[in-house]
Structures are given as structure tokens and as C-alpha cells.
């Protein structure tokens, strides 16, 4: 599908020549893109995911995704995939909300890497790709060291940092034994707390491995080390350089969307957590487009921007 997805660009797009020295601009049919995505988002008649195999297998061939679908980012999600592109409901028996089981039943099995990550939300990544992401963190090297460097530097607060010493001393803890452990106990440290733990998951530190029977809804996760979780993660993510991992999750969400304006490169991966330069991204799809592996200039139907496409 990839293949005749760029093969009619060239067949049937229209192809408008500026002038002799310019590259040319391609024109993609909204309809064709749309069911592009239909394909890679899994909202094909027969496509919706039915268990936590086929879930699995639908992170590992977008390479990541979002849980649930996340208001004016296009990235396909779990959600979307098993219950259709709609809403997600308030109400808890929705058929939908198998989704939900399929995550808890799958923390800690090590089936793929799920933490608050992509624009700090929860975000399901397969295995062979977590390196690429890990490798754009600040961890360097030893687990039990490398936080201290960014402490020192000012890059890790202080919450944070009591929250990872924790873990790191006591192993895996339910949130509530955590913020006890932790020092967090008065009632106005929620806020200071929550943050925290999320900063520890969107820079791969810190990822939920299971869910206790705890607190008044007796439900809470587990949190451990990312890297004592996944002890092979830090050296396969080591021999990674930067711009290569970042055109290798360009170049896997440019395959999901299909093509879109810049912009939306930017909304993913430009900003928190990850806030990648806009030098660094544009650099990035220079290099992506001598290489071939996609086309910089294409004009979609009904989009004012010219869009980034994938060639593979």
C-alpha cells in the first residue's frame, strides 16, 4: 500500500513544474490520503483491533501511538484502532474501554513501552523502537548516576528527585507507598507530586509495570526504573546518534499520517516533552529527503500548507 500510495502521486498527481530549476510540487487527493489513514489508523471494515495480541501487534507496526486520541494531534491511537474514530466516553461500560483492560493486563510483561511520553501523554511504543526514544533522553549511562548529573545541572527538580531515589532504593512501588516513601504526604502536595512522577516518565527514567489493589479506589499503579525494568534498553539505545533517532520516529509517524504540513511534525515532536529545535527538525528532513525517504513539497487537497510526505 505504501508503494502505490506514492506510485499515484506520480501517475495520476498532478505534477507542476515552477519553473525549470525548481523541484516539483505534487498534488495528493484528500480522498486517497484519507484512506491511507483509514488503513494504518485500523478504521478499515474488519481492521478494529479485538485483543491485547492484535493491540500489541498494532504498536508494533505503527512503531507508536497514542492511548487515546489526543485533541488536534494526528497520530493514529489504541483507541481509536479497537473502538472507531469517535469520542472517548465518560461512561465506563462502553465496549471501547476493553482498551483500558488490555493496558493493565499488559504492564510489566514487557509486550511494549507504555509511559507518558509523545506531548506528555500516554503512549504506547513497540520495543524495537523504545531505543530511538531512549536514546534522545537525558540518560547517558548508569541509572543509579545519571539523574544526579541532572540534578546537579538544574534539569531535575528536587520532587522528582526524591521520587527516583526512592524507587531506586526500595524497587517497584504502588503510587501510594511511593509518595509516602517519598516524603509526599500533605494534602497540598498532589500537584507537586503528579508532576514530578510525570516528568520521570516523559524523559524514560521512570514507567507504571503493574496495578496494585490500593488507595480508596483501590486501584493504583506500579512505578519502577525504566532502565532496571528494561536492562537492555540503555545499551541498545547507546550506539544511536541523535538525528538519526530522530529521523527514524520522523520517518515511522510520516508512515501512519501518510502526509502533512510541518506543522504537525512539529505539534509531535517540537514541543514538551521533547522539544526538538526547529533547526534540528528541519535539518533532520533535508538529510531524510537527499536520502530519498520522503518528499518535501506536496500539495494535498484542501490543505492551504504544502505537506511533508513519506516515499517509502
Not at 530549476?21 to 481492521?47: C, D, N, S, V
Not at 489493589?213 to 519502577?224: K, P, Q, T, V
Amino acid at each position: 500500500m505504501k508503494n502505490l500510495f506514492f506510485l499515484f502521486w506520480i501517475l495520476r498527481g498532478k505534477i507542476i513544474m515552477r519553473s525549470t530549476m525548481e523541484k516539483p510540487i505534487m498534488t495528493l487527493p484528500q480522498e486517497l490520503l484519507q484512506q491511507y489513514r483509514a488503513r494504518t489508523f485500523h478504521t478499515q471494515p474488519g481492521q478494529r483491533l479485538a485483543n491485547a495480541d492484535q493491540a500489541v501487534d498494532f504498536v508494533n507496526e505503527r512503531g507508536f501511538a497514542f492511548f487515546w486520541p489526543i485533541k488536534n494531534v494526528l497520530m493514529p491511537s489504541l483507541w481509536v484502532a479497537a473502538a472507531g474514530d469517535r469520542p472517548v466516553p465518560d461512561e465506563h461500560d462502553d465496549p471501547g474501554h476493553v482498551t483500558w483492560g488490555w493496558k493493565d493486563e499488559l504492564l510489566g510483561k514487557r509486550r511494549w513501552y507504555y509511559a507518558r511520553v509523545l506531548r506528555k501523554r500516554n503512549t504506547m511504543i513497540s520495543l524495537s523502537v523504545a531505543p530511538y526514544f531512549y536514546a534522545l533522553s537525558p540518560n547517558y549511562g548508569d541509572y543509579t548516576e545519571d539523574y544526579l548529573i541532572d540534578y546537579e545541572s538544574g534539569q531535575l527538580p528536587l520532587p522528582a528527585k526524591l521520587i527516583y531515589e526512592t524507587l531506586l532504593r526500595e524497587g517497584p512501588l504502588d503510587t501510594i507507598a511511593l509518595r509516602k516513601l517519598a516524603g509526599f504526604t500533605n494534602r497540598g502536595s498532589d500537584s507537586e507530586f503528579n508532576g514530578a512522577l510525570d516528568l520521570l516518565q516523559n524523559t524514560f527514567r521512570v514507567l507504571p509495570i503493574g496495578v496494585a489493589e490500593a488507595g480508596a479506589w483501590r486501584y493504583a499503579f506500579i512505578y519502577e526504573i525504566a532502565a532496571r525494568h528494561f536492562p537492555d534498553l540503555p545499551e541498545r539505545a547507546h550506539p544511536i546518534s541523535e538525528p538519526e533517532a530522530r529521523q527514524k520516529l520522523i520517518s515511522l509517524y510520516l508512515d501512519s499520517i501518510g502526509a502533512a504540513p510541518l506543522k504537525e511534525i512539529r505539534r509531535v515532536f517540537g514541543t514538551a516533552p521533547l522539544n526538538w529545535p526547529s533547526a534540528a527538525i528541519e535539518r533532520d528532513l533535508g538529510k531524510m529527503e537527499e536520502k530519498g525517504e520522503l518528499a518535501r513539497e506536496v500539495e494535498v487537497e484542501g490543505v492551504k500548507e504544502l505537506c511533508v510526505g513519506s516515499r517509502k
